[in-house]
């Protein structure tokens, strides 16, 4: 599977941004997506998971509320939309798939390239 993510940029806090994730190479609504950031740092960390229908997701207890993952499969895209965005946020995102038959926050052997998100205060 191959992932680009796009959509990061600069936005000040308190506002809004939605990632997009296109995949290609398999297969979309066969694997589990997520979303994973890692901060200026700081080590890799969950964000979101999604199941293969969309029907089910998953999130990181402190982002629960202001970020909601969603996915189109006949697009083959995942979004991640952000609000209320505040400086702990700015990270680079990933997007990143899994072959599990079931949402997980670990085993996603297929990742992006990564997207810059900045909140500025």
Known sequence: ??????????VQAGGSLRLSCAASGR??????????????????????????????SDYADSL??????SRDNAKNTVYLQMNS???????????AASNRPYTTRTDYPYWGPGTLVTVSS
Do not use: H
């Open 64 to 69: 629960k509320g202001r970020f909601a993952i």
């Open 85 to 95: 965005l505040n400086t702990e946020d700015t990270a680079v995102y990933y997007c």
């Open 27 to 56: 297969t979309f609504s066969n694997v589990v997506m997520a979303w994973f950031r890692q901060a200026p740092g700081k080590e890799r960390q969950f964000v979101a998971a999604i199941s293969r229908s969309g029907r089910s």
């Open 1 to 10: 599977v191959q992932l680009q993510a796009s959509g990061g940029g600069l």
